[in-house]
């Protein structure tokens, strides 16, 4: 019962100094995001660190390591549950305070108490706490052990798996030796003792006698002055052997006795019963039991000295590498930059200025393929035997953005090419060759990208278009908005980044924006915006002012989540000759209810303006798709349609004729103009360039109808340029 009063009193000490190891300065933190060049929320639920997110949560489950399987994020994602979130806070608080108990006990004893005064036997309550601490400890250890760890190599393809597995032996080693010292040695000192029941006569007692003598359960209080023993068992100052709570019988008193208010004279009140014998004859006398319970002692001290080793190797790192980098990856990418650097030094500088060095993905990680995927480079093998691909697809990128990749797939920006051959007249028709294709529709809307022989085919590459469709079946090209090999965020989320596509006479959305508020407030204060906040969080009214193509149509706002689906938060089909909901868009009908994204880009507006002001807004909008619908389009439309089944229009190919003209740029150029103008608030552009346009070539098609009808003859073009014969 001394030993656990002892425990008491220095419990806190014994906290303070585990805290110390365990809760010191986190700066691996500072590490982590320098090497995924994330900030801490691209992990942690805040920007200044605190608990994991789901990204978090998989990044440990894959061993610290990027990039993240999708298999693990699923993983991350159910045990991100508020169920398994409560329990994983319960059994890591249970774990850690049976850490610090267990550690901070043994701790003590090697310090404060010596294992030697235990050679009697352990107490019942130490046992009881030591056995609880253990079994705790396992307990909680094989849960935070499963939802950390996702397969048996994990242990050994990082820093952090190598550390919890030595940790993991060393604590089934330290256990083996506990259940041994409790039950085995334990038995064998308590059966010592009872042959120790009487001191011995003056000239046989040993420290280890001396040390059985504390004063507890009715035996005698010894204690030891200048190697003399003294006993004070009936002195009233030595109640239980203690002296004022401060000294224990049973101990050596030579050092203590220098700071007391005393001095040896107080010895002459006791009764003296003889000289200590020498150390080594201590030792002699010491039974084998007693002798292994010693070592056992020593030893799992030395066992806690190496657990903390391996989380403070885990935790600060360690100057030397414990794994050795063998990966191919690593290996190549170290020959790819040593080349490029010098060969084509604006691609090195790029990718060096990229996320993707600051978390080491080389150029083997996105080029690397095999001689069957049909997208590696001969030409690269004149250079090295490693094949590397020509062409980086999206399955490519998915690796590390499942995500992004999968939103992107079903994304009207992905089917592209798709949508022009369904929708436009002047590919289905053949009325423009392949290099007029190639440099102009192709360039945004993308090429049916071939390969023969590892080399592309001309008129195939190069070509980065949205919709490009690639060897290995996958559609897009990420570096239209992340431009290689830089792929920077920062540059996708302006609205540079849009228009070398969406601008021109049949869809000026770069145009309508600049003409609008928002693309007025952008030009004359984007320059002073946070483009990259740390905590990866771009918030509209804290990082800029004014939305972008981006902030509309793909960022994260309140309660809609960030999307790389364009598709989505559409409510209209502004771009079809007759104006339709997404799901009724016939070249690539969407699957989402135009009802709940038009509530999701409401979300988006009311970051900035008032319930009331987005409400009007829309309504104007419907408004202005309805009257182009039933005003401008639909009678013209039904015109057109009269003249094909007089005969007074060939049916034989399209812009063969001035009115299949005229009505092409109708809707392909004005109406679009008037519908964009109206949904992005660009006045000139609904009116002048849309609404006002609409009506100067309603009449001129209705003029030129007239002439048809009454003439009854059809004036084709005899000479078509370009015309490509399909």
């Not at 608080?93 to 030697?116: K, N």
């Not at 048996?152 to 190598?162: E, I, M, S, V």
């Not at 928002?518 to 002073?528: C, K, L, M, P, R």
């Not at 900035?608 to 639909?634: I, M, P, R």
Request: net charge positive.
């Amino acid at each position: 019962m001394g030993i656990t009063r002892y425990c008491r009193r220095i419990f806190f000490g014994a906290v303070l100094l585990l805290v110390v190891f365990i809760f010191s300065p986190a700066y691996a933190t500072e590490q982590y995001a320098a090497q995924t060049g994330k900030g801490c929320i691209f992990c942690h639920q805040e920007s200044s660190g605190g608990p994991l997110n789901t990204v978090g949560f998989a990044y440990i489950k894959n061993g610290y390591q990027y990039p993240i399987p999708e298999r693990i994020l699923k993983k991350a994602e159910s045990l991100q549950t508020p169920f398994h979130k409560t329990l994983r806070f319960i059994i890591g608080y249970l774990h850690l305070l049976a850490a610090v108990v267990f550690f901070g006990a043994i701790f003590y004893i090697h310090i404060f108490v010596r294992p030697i005064r235990l050679i009697g036997g352990i107490p019942k309550p130490e046992r009881i706490l030591g056995v609880s601490c253990m079994f705790t400890l396992a307990l909680t250890g094989i849960y935070l052990t499963w939802s950390r760890i996702s397969r048996w190599g994990q242990f050994f393809d990082n820093t952090f798996g190598l550390m919890l597995f030595i940790k993991i032996l060393l604590f089934l080693l330290m256990v083996t030796l506990g259940v041994m010292a409790i039950t085995f040695i334990h038995r064998r000192m308590q059966q010592a003792v009872k042959q120790q029941k009487k001191p011995r006569s003056k000239d046989a007692l040993t420290v280890a006698d001396l040390a059985f003598f504390d004063g507890t359960k009715r035996k005698r209080a010894y204690v030891l002055y200048e190697k003399k023993i003294y006993d004070v068992t009936d002195s009233p100052k030595w109640r239980k052997g203690k002296h004022f709570g401060r000294h224990s019988a049973g101990m050596d008193l030579t050092k203590a006795l220098k700071g007391a208010p005393h001095g040896p004279e107080v010895f002459e009140k006791v009764r003296y019963v003889g000289e200590v014998k020498k150390t080594e004859e201590t030792a002699q006398r010491l039974t084998p039991a007693q002798k292994v319970f010693i070592r056992m002692a020593y030893a799992n001290l030395v066992i806690i000295f190496l657990i903390l080793g391996c989380i403070s190797v885990w935790r600060w790192g360690f100057p030397v590498r414990l794994i050795p980098e063998t990966r191919a990856d690593v290996i190549s990418g170290t020959t790819c930059i040593e080349c490029h650097h010098t060969v084509t030094p604006g691609i090195y500088h790029d990718w060096q200025r990229s996320v993707h060095a600051r978390v080491d993905v080389g150029c083997y990680t996105c080029h690397q393929t095999n001689e069957e995927d049909n997208l590696f480079s001969t030409a690269h093998l004149e250079n090295t035997p490693i094949p590397i691909a020509v062409v980086v697809t999206p399955k490519r990128c998915s690796g590390c953005h499942p995500q992004e990749t999968a939103q992107y797939a079903m994304s009207k920006h992905a089917h592209t090419n798709e949508i022009i051959w369904k929708v436009d007249r002047w590919l289905n028709d053949g009325m423009n060759n392949g290099i007029e294709r190639t440099t102009g529709c192709y360039a945004c809307h993308g090429t049916v990208v071939k390969v023969t022989e590892g080399r592309p085919v001309p008129g195939s590459w190069p070509n980065v278009g949205v919709g490009r469709k690639n060897p290995d079946e996958s559609l897009g090209s990420c570096s239209s908005c992340h431009t290689r090999h830089k792929f920077s965020v920062v540059e996708a989320r302006k609205p540079e980044a849009c228009d070398q596509c969406h601008l021109g006479p049949d869809h000026p959305q770069i145009e309508i924006y600049n003409e609008s508020k928002h693309g007025t407030i952008y030009h004359a204060e984007g320059s002073t915006w946070d483009w990259s906040p740390d905590d990866r969080a771009w918030q509209a009214g804290r990082n800029y002012r004014a939305p972008t193509c981006a902030a509309c149509h793909m960022s994260a706002a309140e309660d809609v989540p960030a999307t790389h689906d364009v598709t989505e938060r559409l409510a209209w089909e502004l771009q079809a000759p007759l104006t339709v909901r997404p799901k009724g868009f016939e070249p690539f009908p969407a699957t989402t209810d135009w009802h709940a994204e038009r509530d999701k880009m409401k979300k988006v507006c009311l970051q900035c303006h008032a319930q009331q002001w987005t409400d009007a807004h829309f309504s104007n909008l419907d408004q202005a798709v309805g009257n182009y619908n039933e005003v401008y389009y639909k009678p013209i439309k039904q015109l057109m349609d009269s003249l094909y089944g007089a005969g007074l229009l060939s049916n034989r190919s399209y812009f063969d004729e001035e009115l299949e003209w005229e009505f092409y740029e109708f809707w392909h150029h004005e109406g679009r103009r008037a519908r964009m103008g109206a949904a992005m608030m660009a006045p000139d552009y609904a009116w002048w360039h849309g609404f006002y346009e609409l009506k100067h070539r309603f009449n001129q098609i209705n003029h030129k109808a007239d002439i048809l009808q009454k003439e009854q003859k059809r004036y084709p073009y005899k000479w078509f340029p370009g015309r490509f014969e399909r």
